[in-house]
């Protein structure tokens, strides 16, 4: 079993990525900084909008970046609300790219 890092020092170091990058990102929800899940949007400048969230593949043993809802970017403004009501501990960052980069592969 690997050792986790706390939320909130993720998220950090994850906003700072993107900030080198000169890709905006902003804390949406602020979660549980210890344990707390983060889900990321990915807002492509369109309309259009992508949520992750992170899960366990059995299979390979490692934690993988799912899409959790895509499509218009108020139907996935909608769904991550309601994740926020299930999970008041939820993190939530929007990054903003048009050319759909989220850099969320480079952060494992």
Known sequence: MTARLASGI???????????????????A?????????LVKLALMNGTARAYTRSF??????????VLVEGPESEVDAAIARQRGF??????????????????????
């Not at 602020?30 to 983060?38: E, I, L, P, S, Y």
């Not at 593949?57 to 799912?66: F, G, Y």
């Open 30 to 38: 602020r979660g549980d900084d210890t344990a707390g899940a983060v």
């Open 87 to 108: 999970d008041p501990d939820l993190w939530v960052i929007e990054v903003e790219d048009a050319r759909g980069r989220d850099m969320l592969a480079e952060m494992d």
């Open 10 to 28: 993720w998220v950090s170091a994850y906003l700072r990525r993107l900030q080198a990058l000169g890709i905006p990102a902003y804390v949406i």
């Open 57 to 66: 593949d059995l299979e390979s043993n490692t934690r993988i970046w799912q």
